[in-house]
């Protein structure tokens, strides 16, 4: 609409006659005149209704969609040194009428809803400006990290979905019925990401993933997406580890300026990033929660939740000045079959995760990049090389020493915003039960 | 590796000694020198090989990644304004030996074989510089076109892959073996991407679509990507078509300037965009094919190719300096159940598509916005209401008046490299036959 004004910029147009156009947030009627709280994607206003105008409103509820033309007002406040305005209406148009009660109240200052009413009404409860608010910073984290890939020169990839074999082995994948056979939904864009590093050297991109887990806790999605990374021509895993570490910084201040509103709407701030993340073995990472806790978990091959919230939000913090560490060197039983082994330590992958927000959130490693050798540690994990002759194929034909990483983005974008469930911070989540909306 | 150099810097190092590192792309060996030509994302260099290097490289096959430190030196070329670098090499590694031979030459200007080996062997063929331009190409489109979007202030949406039931109806949708019941893999973003625009007003996003068609063409794929666009508060279809020729007008130039060398190596010319592209009705489209071609098809309900390809190749070139036009006011018949009725006659939709390089490269229109006309759209369509129901919940709680659009990222690519086949567009092409890698 040509003539529309949008409800952040009213501030600047007080005496004015005005068009705006929007959602009906919520309205109350008086005797002889009435209020209705317009809302559009940029905020909320009053709007000051005569009796002509609530009877245009009749038998209409909440969420119908007006348009109204009329005089920007100040508004009168109980606190003298806030400034609002409120529009007297003019004209009153209904653009879209709703008759029936919308389903869950949408018009607080959140959702108060049990999860699966909040997901089963996506449809309206994602109109809340609370809950609008976390897309927009999803996006954001997503536009921050294309940014930084970019800037380096790395390419853009569009990873397929569609497979004919399971892509990491295990039994946890989806089946598709293809015309007269079986195709797979890709568990992980690990082949597609190092075929194409072997042509572009660094490259990048948002993947989905699915995952067949009958698991139904607050962690798990059966479909999610992750940031990819892939670089070839490594000297060391810092140059994945460098990567890792300037994509999230160059992400979260890009939040806290493009999100500035969003993030104070939830009142969320972001933990420190310091001057660098400390990079420890899981070893000393071990010993370290075992002296500042009296927690011995040193004969663990990885770290526990608990170890992981230590390390980023009281370890890190205090002795790095940074919510965010560096893990490396896990054991070869706990990695795939792609990951590098210690050239000192067969029993040592050249691996990382990067620990923040009390969670890993990044998994990265350098990569196998012969042949013969990946050979071989395919059959160490007791899969069949035969299976996997696509992924083989490119070690047969050459690439050189590389790494990458992947970051989940629906587990950043809980983190960042810290929501009790990754399901909150997925715009259309799926799990075991759910399919729809 | 820090201190590498890339190949297309070579020229500003004459005299130095430098590293590169790459695969080799092609070698020869004479009785006491040889010579390998290096392959990095840059560019080709040709390497002088002395007899103790040739000994190293014994055995080895073209894609063997190497690491060359020597001196870059002027290349004794045949034309003396080209000048041309080579490098004299003092120090040769192997960074990742290749032993077979692979198995379709990629050393050439293109890679010569069949459409189906070349997608095969894409683990390889893809690295030759011919094929790898055109992923660069598809990237600069999305890239371009996300610029554009976020420019006018629109959100950007991550569409989910699973659905519980087909989106679109009909029968070309893909079951997916979802733990005890079927799930379904997206035929569209319809529903999703209105779903967002009733939060976010504009958005935009590359969806993922699905379709179960057993037709093996040239412009056929199961698996697709499109650009999606989704606006609201719009006035009247104009308002769609604008960000249409928007989001084009700004994405060409913008590969022309971000892909010179990609599009001048597969000896690309796109066509004109002209001052505005033209806009004219199905009917007269049609009038105009058979002034200017003698062929009648005025009584047909849609364009033919072959007058798509006369349209935007001849007739709106000659008329309005454009490759592009578009074409509305197609027949209800042709057009799915959310598309809005001309309300000056009912057999009419608000609707368009956008013809460029001969065939349409959008559709688009406006939508349905009205609960009780969306229901009756989609009787008078044979299907069933309630199939529809989480696509009609948004009607029921208020959608403003609305249009968008979707162009497909394979064909778009396609069109613009002027491919013979969609595939080649397509980074892992998905068909009937094919799923690997």
């Not at 009627?29 to 206003?45: E, H, N, P, Q």
């Not at 607080?108 to 999860?115: H, I, K, R, T």
């Not at 050239?343 to 927000?357: A, E, H, I, R």
């Not at 009390?358 to 990946?374: A, D, F, H, P």
């Amino acid at each position: 609409m040509t003539s529309r004004t949008l409800i952040r910029d009213l501030s600047h147009k007080m005496g004015e006659t005005v068009t705006i156009a929007g959602w009906m947030h919520r309205h109350r009627s008086m005797s002889k005149f009435g209020f209705a709280i317009m809302r559009d994607r940029t905020g909320l206003v009053q709007v000051v209704l005569e009796a002509s105008q609530l009877e245009q409103l009749k038998g209409l509820q909440v969420e119908s969609v007006l348009k109204v033309t009329g005089v920007v007002v100040e508004k009168k406040s109980k606190d003298p040194h806030v400034k609002e305005v409120e529009i007297q209406c003019k004209l009153l148009e209904i653009l879209s009428p709703v008759r029936d009660a919308v389903p869950v109240n949408i018009n607080n200052a959140d959702v108060e809803a049990n999860l699966d009413t909040l997901l089963d009404n996506r449809v309206v409860t994602l109109r809340n400006p609370k809950q609008r608010a976390i897309f927009r910073v999803q996006a954001a984290l997503v536009h921050g990290y294309r940014e930084y890939m970019e800037g380096q020169g790395f390419t853009e990839i569009f990873f397929p979905i569609l497979a004919g074999a399971a892509s990491e082995g295990g039994a946890e994948f989806f089946t598709v019925n293809y015309f007269d056979r079986e195709a797979t939904l890709t568990q992980s864009a690990q082949l597609y990401k190092q075929i194409t590093m072997a042509v572009y050297e660094g490259v990048y991109g948002l993947s989905y993933s699915f995952r067949a887990e009958k698991f139904a806790t607050s962690r798990h999605l059966t479909e999610f997406n992750q940031f990819e990374f892939e670089l070839g021509f490594v000297e060391s895993m810092e140059d994945v580890m460098e990567h890792a570490e300037g994509a999230l910084r160059y992400m979260l201040p890009y939040v806290e300026r493009e999100c500035a509103d969003e993030l104070k709407l939830r009142g969320v701030t972001l933990p420190p990033l310091g001057e660098k993340f400390p990079r420890i073995s899981l070893a000393n990472a071990l010993q370290l929660y075992k002296e500042g806790t009296g927690i011995d978990e040193t004969s663990e091959p990885d770290l526990s939740p608990a170890a992981e919230k230590w390390l980023s939000t009281v370890w890190a913090p205090k002795e790095h000045g940074s919510g965010f560490v560096f893990v490396t060197d896990y054991p070869a039983s706990k990695r795939p079959f792609y990951v590098k082994l210690d050239p000192n330590n067969p029993n040592n992958t050249q691996s990382f995760d990067l620990v923040g927000f009390g969670c890993e959130i990044i998994s990265g490693g350098l990569r196998v990049n012969n042949y013969e050798e990946q050979i071989q540690r395919i059959k160490d994990k007791g899969l069949n090389p035969a299976d996997f002759e696509d992924y083989t194929m490119m070690h047969k034909y050459g690439i050189p020493p590389e790494g990458g990483f992947g970051m989940g983005l629906q587990r950043l974008t809980q983190n960042v915003l810290g929501l009790a469930n990754i399901k909150e911070a997925t715009i259309f989540p799926r799990d075991v039960q759910r399919l729809r909306p």
